[in-house]
T-cell receptor, first 112, second 116 residues
Framework: AQSVTQLDSQVPVFEEAPVELRCNYS??????LFWYVQYPNQGLQLLLK??????LVKGINGFEAEFNKSQTSFHLRKPSVHISDTAEYFC??????????FGQGTTLQVKP | GAVVSQHPSRVICKSGTSVKIECRSL??????MFWYRQFPKQSLMLMAT?????????EQGVEKDKFLINHASLTLSTLTVTSAHPEDSSFYIC????????????FGQGTRLTVV
């Protein structure tokens, strides 16, 4: 079975500061890892994904994440956040079927 | 990227009535689609896997007689909430993996269902 734990339910941060949203996963098989962003009353937008290869993955809007197999982590980072980054962020894992298991979500609150 | 269209985006219905939500893959074929439910301030929970040409697979705790899923073609899956009650009010989102693989899932815009 697969599971995802997002370690922070809320992360407040000031504009232009760096941010890290933490994600740990558990799986007995190889998985794909994803980060999605959700704005209020909207669907999900893919930020980035790790399938294989380089463990440092760069995504849209200046986000990046690092896959760490030994620590079973896939933390999301951004060196300088903007007000517009305020949203809900979900880490997810899937196998080969495309069925996604989501973490609980992290609310990123960017303050001016 | 591929596009998945979900309709309607919002629906309000009376308690006891049924509501149908459509999920279409616009530029690719999807033999499998997934339906998720999201309660306010919560994560997305997988409800069921919709399989083209065969029965849907429901996750534990999801009532298959209440949430009817039909995957009649390679581009369309529907979720019907039957005899809706206020506790069914939620945000429903569908997704489809392009190529049937897990390398990327494309999401619909979601449907906000309010049962009054």
């Amino acid at each position: 079975a697969q599971s995802v734990t997002q370690l922070d339910s809320q992360v407040p941060v000031f504009e232009e500061a760096p941010v890290e949203l933490r994600c740990n996963y558990s799986s007995s098989v190889s998985v794909y890892l994803f980060w999605y962003v959700q704005y209020p009353n909207q669907g999900l937008q893919l930020l980035l994904k790790y399938l294989s290869g380089s463990t440092l993955v760069k995504g849209i809007n200046g986000f990046e994440a690092e896959f760490n197999k030994s620590q079973t982590s896939f933390h999301l980072r951004k060196p300088s956040v903007h007000i517009s980054d305020t949203a809900e962020y979900f880490c997810a894992v899937s196998g080969y079927t495309g069925k996604l298991i989501f973490g609980q979500g992290t609310t990123l609150q960017v303050k001016p | 990227g591929a596009v998945v269209s979900q309709h309607p985006s919002r629906v309000i219905c009376k308690s006891g009535t049924s509501v149908k939500i459509e999920c279409r893959s616009l530029d690719f074929q999807a033999t499998t689609m997934f339906w998720y439910r999201q309660f306010p301030k919560q994560s997305l929970m997988l409800m069921a896997t919709s399989n083209e040409g065969s029965k849907a697979t429901y996750e534990q705790g999801v009532e298959k007689d209440k949430f009817l899923i039909n995957h009649a073609s390679l581009t369309l899956s529907t979720l019907t909430v039957t005899s809706a009650h206020p506790e069914d009010s939620s945000f429903y989102i569908c997704s489809a993996p392009e190529g049937g693989k897990g390398t990327e899932a494309f999401f619909g815009q979601g449907t906000r269902l309010t049962v009054v």
